[in-house]
C-alpha cells in the first residue's frame, strides 16, 4: 500500500513520483517495481540540512547550503506541515540559490524535505 507524500524512483529511467493519495498496488515503471526512497536524516553539517529563518510571523525562509551544478543539485524543497495538510514546493533550476519562502500557520509545526539528484531524499524535522 502506498502513502501520502512517499517518494518513488524507477532505477532504470530515474523518474521520480510522489504520492498525493493512498492507493493498493505496485507502482511499475520500465517493467519494474519502483523503489520507495528512505528519508535520510541530515547534521546540521550536512549539505542537505534545512536552515529556517523566520521572515515575519507566518512568514519562513528555507536556505540550504548545497552546491547547484548541473552534475550535482537539488531538484525541489518542500515544506509540509506534521499533520501533512500544508506542502508548498518549489523546483529550482541549477545555479539558482538553493532557497524558498513560504507562509504557513503551522500551529503542529512544519518539515523540510528535499530531493538531491545524486544523494535522494532528505528530511529536516526540527521546525
Known sequence: MTKRNETYKCNVCKNVVEMT?????EL???GEKMELL???????QN????FVENVDDIEKKVVIKHVMTPEHHIEYIEAI?????FLKRKYLKVNEPCQMNFKCECKDGFYIRLYCNLDGLW?????
Do not use: L, M, R
Not at 38 to 44: A, C, F, H, L, Q
Open 21 to 25: 493519495s493512498e492507493g493498493y498496488g
Open 28 to 30: 511499475v515503471c520500465c
Open 38 to 44: 528512505k528519508e535520510n536524516i541530515p547534521d546540521i
Open 47 to 50: 549539505a542537505h540540512f534545512a
Open 81 to 85: 506541515s506534521n499533520d501533512e495538510i
Open 123 to 127: 528530511t529536516t524535522k526540527q521546525f
